[in-house]
């Protein structure tokens, strides 16, 4: 309700199940104690193109501006990746 309706929802089931299983890579190598370069890619790159989403779509008036939290939200994880690739060097 608080994002607006959705029209095509194999899209937003498609972009959900994508999302959990980026998820899902990141939580299993937390758990298991290490993380590689690739899966701070994922975690980078996946949170900047998620917020990058958020963005373009607010500005051009295709979805709500409460997304614009979200891109927050993102800005600061992928932040958080990028430093640990930084700190862990």
């Known amino acids: 309700m608080?994002?607006?309706?959705?029209t095509d929802l194999w899209l937003v089931k498609t972009v959900g199940a994508?999302?959990?299983?980026?998820?899902?890579?990141?939580?299993?190598?937390?758990?298991?104690?290490?993380?590689?370069?690739g899966i701070v890619l994922?975690?980078?790159a996946s949170a900047a193109a998620l917020g990058t989403v958020d963005v373009n779509y607010v500005s051009r008036g295709v979805i709500s501006k409460v997304y614009l939290l979200?891109?927050?939200?993102?800005a600061v994880i992928a932040l958080l990746w990028l430093t640990a690739i930084f700190v862990g060097s």
């Open 2 to 6: 608080v994002t607006g309706p959705k």
């Open 18 to 37: 994508l999302v959990a299983v980026v998820g899902a890579a990141l939580f299993l190598d937390a758990i298991r104690g290490g993380v590689s370069g």
């Open 42 to 44: 994922l975690g980078a």
């Open 70 to 74: 979200d891109a927050a939200v993102e």
